[in-house]
């Protein structure tokens, strides 16, 4: 026997879902908070139309018989719903004709005008005319709204509790006469109609309902699939099988620098690479075999398809290491370099001055240092006593870094002491503290870095030591030289050229001009560096613009991905950061943080 609305759902109650198969292909995705169901007749053959409905909170599939069954139970479903919220919208979608490019809205445009000009204003923003389509909308107030369908109401009945219908007929503009989908386009679709969608019935239940959710990103999927979860962490094994930054080091850096001092900057030989672990091939075959095509939830099938096209670019990478190539997928990944960054960049280095007495100051070492990390440490136990953490103090490292949320240390490192506790926030207080906040998120991809997220990462990073009051000339004159020798770079500058305007124009030291240089130019030209002071850069024009930080502490992710986090943590998807960092509680942070935002000059942070 089939189930009725009654033995599904006994009770609606706040922050549950009735999740269940249907009679003869039937589905019901009911989140019991949301007074808005979405409904598509399933026919003979059909598996692409009904993803338009997919991608909302509550959708019905109805079956391909047994119709009477499906009308009883819209019946009690919509007479539960109107009896718990006051009011009830049920919006049912259908194709049209296959040459229609016309959405037609069949509703009471006079009861209703607010959410059905809304609906018509944002279906017309789908892209069309770059696809040769031009998409139109007509709302027509018909008392009959299930054009050639035997009707699923009898309107006046629906209206006596407390329900609204509407229909809307879709063109089928992404597939063609044959049926043949064009599945770029149809992603697209999708995601701007569903949004489409769910801005419209937000007026709905915003003015005509008791319901409590505040914004229509709350009408999106609150529930991921167990298929998206098994997408995420193949992603991040994928992505961990090759350490990346790594592979485009040279390993024979230490003697490259040995020669170029004593022949007095004037020889160096070629950049020596470790060999590859991996088949970068054989990796995109497993990437591209990841049906992230088949995810309904709009923001996470962007979010997923924007890593997968970063990772394949990276593997390309590997391959072309030692090319020109390698320079020209650099520019790509990293996305050049704007004016204002290089502006920004010189202004820096006209203003601020290098310190060479700096370094004569008292030095800490490695140890000192992995005694002030494991302080704080404790402070962020205090936050959340399950946050643990390690630190390496290590022989074959050679760099500071973290790795998986833990601190690396070559064993012979020192730094002074306003470095230090300039470090700790930049590593500690943000590599490490976004790693955690991520790792508590349900997505993997939030722990280990969504696309192009390392430009506001680094640029939470030396914003963090400003905060905290550690950031010295010479540090952030390290950052603008890094970017000058990137402009260099894309001019088509050599090694010796681009040394000899951070040692003699800018007056480095030969030590840091070498460093810089050495770094741009691994793997055949690399613009990873020049991304410090420009996530900083947009960070300030963020936060000028009113955003806000702590929001950017919930894991790993790019300024771009703000709305989109945004959106799903509306949705219940993504929390709030479990850690805040120390800086947060530093007697200036307000004061410098409201410079900021009035638009503070790099030069002057320090």
């Given at each position: 026997m089939a189930p009725s609305v009654k033995a599904l759902v006994p009770a609606l109650?706040?922050?549950?879902?009735?999740?269940?198969?249907?009679?003869?292909?039937?589905?019901?995705?009911?989140?019991?908070?949301v007074p808005a169901l979405l409904i598509y007749r399933d026919g003979p053959n059909e598996t692409t139309s009904k993803r338009l409905v997919r991608g909302g909170a509550s959708y019905l599939i109805i079956g391909t018989n047994e119709f009477d069954y499906y009308k009883k139970f819209i019946h009690d479903l919509t007479a539960l719903m109107s009896e718990k919220f006051g009011a009830f919208i049920v919006l049912e979608i259908s194709i049209g004709a296959t040459n229609s490019e016309h959405f037609i809205i069949r509703g009471p445009s006079h009861?209703?005008?607010?959410?059905?000009?809304?609906?018509?204003?944002?279906?017309?923003?789908?892209?069309?005319?770059q696809y040769n389509v031009t998409l139109g909308v007509t709302i027509e107030q018909l008392k009959q709204r299930q054009a050639q369908q035997e009707p699923l109401f009898d309107i006046s009945g629906i209206r006596k509790k407390g329900a609204t219908y509407i229909s809307l007929e879709v063109p089928p503009v992404y597939q063609n006469q044959q049926g043949v989908?064009?599945?770029?386009?149809?992603?697209?679709?999708?995601?701007?109609?569903?949004?489409?969608?769910?801005k419209a019935i937000f007026e709905f239940v915003r003015i005509q309902t008791t319901s409590s959710l505040v914004n229509y990103n709350a009408l999106g999927k609150r529930a991921i699939h167990k298929e998206v979860f098994k997408i995420d962490k193949e992603l991040s094994k994928i992505e961990n099988s090759y350490p990346f930054l790594l592979l485009v080091a040279p390993v024979n850096i230490q003697a490259l620098r040995s020669q170029f001092f004593e022949s007095h900057f004037k020889k160096l030989d070629r950049y020596h690479y470790r060999l590859l672990p991996v088949d970068p091939d054989i990796l995109k075959r497993?990437?591209?075999?990841?049906?992230?095509?088949?995810?309904d939830d709009p923001a996470i099938s962007y979010l997923f398809d924007e890593k997968r096209e970063e990772i394949d670019h990276e593997l390309t990478m590997l391959k072309e290491r030692g090319s020109k190539n390698f320079f020209y997928s650099s520019v790509r990944l990293y996305k050049g370099l704007d004016k204002d960054v290089l502006a920004e960049a010189q202004l820096i280095l006209q203003n601020i001055n290098e310190n060479h007495e700096e370094e004569k100051k008292a030095q800490i070492n490695s140890q000192e240092f992995s005694k002030l990390a494991h302080s704080e440490f404790d402070y962020f136990k205090k936050q959340d006593p399950n946050f643990k953490c390690k630190v390496h103090i290590r022989d074959d490292v050679n760099v500071m870094?973290?790795?998986?949320?833990?601190?690396?240390?070559?064993?012979?490192?020192?730094?002074?002491?306003?470095?230090?506790?300039?470090?700790?926030?930049?590593?500690?207080?943000?590599?490490?503290?976004?790693?955690?906040?991520?790792?508590?998120?349900?997505?993997?991809?939030?722990?280990?870095?969504?696309?192009?997220?390392?430009?506001?990462?680094?640029?939470?990073?030396?914003?963090?030591?400003?905060?905290?009051?550690?950031?010295?000339?010479?540090?952030?004159?390290?950052?603008?030289?890094r970017v000058v020798a990137g402009a260099a770079l894309m001019e088509g500058a050599d090694f010796h050229q681009v040394f000899f305007e951070l040692y003699s124009r800018y007056d480095f030291t030969k030590e840091r001009a070498f460093n810089m240089t050495s770094r741009m130019f691994q793997g055949g030209g690399f613009l990873k560096d020049i991304i410090y002071l420009k996530g900083l850069v947009r960070l300030r024009n963020y936060l000028v613009n009113g955003g806000e930080l702590q929001p950017l502490l919930k894991g790993k992710f790019a300024l771009k991905h703000v709305n989109v986090i945004q959106d799903l943590t509306d949705r219940d998807l993504v929390i709030a950061p479990k850690l805040t960092p120390r800086y947060f509680e530093h007697k200036n942070f307000n004061k410098k943080l409201i410079n900021l935002k009035k638009g503070l000059s790099l030069s002057k942070m320090i």
């Open positions: 109650e706040q922050g549950n879902r009735t999740v269940t198969p249907l009679p003869h292909g039937g589905y019901l995705f009911l989140e019991h908070d009861k209703l005008p607010v959410s059905l000009d809304v609906l018509k204003k944002e279906l017309l923003k789908i892209k069309s005319r989908i064009y599945p770029v386009y149809f992603r697209d679709f999708r995601d701007q109609f569903i949004k489409a969608i769910q497993k990437l591209y075999n990841l049906r992230i095509d088949e995810i870094m973290i790795s998986k949320g833990e601190l690396y240390l070559p064993r012979d490192y020192t730094m002074t002491k306003k470095d230090a506790k300039a470090l700790i926030q930049h590593e500690i207080g943000t590599h490490v503290l976004t790693y955690y906040n991520g790792a508590q998120q349900p997505l993997t991809q939030m722990a280990s870095g969504l696309a192009n997220y390392d430009a506001l990462q680094e640029g939470i990073a030396v914003l963090s030591e400003y905060l905290c009051g550690g950031l010295s000339g010479n540090r952030l004159r390290i950052l603008a030289g």
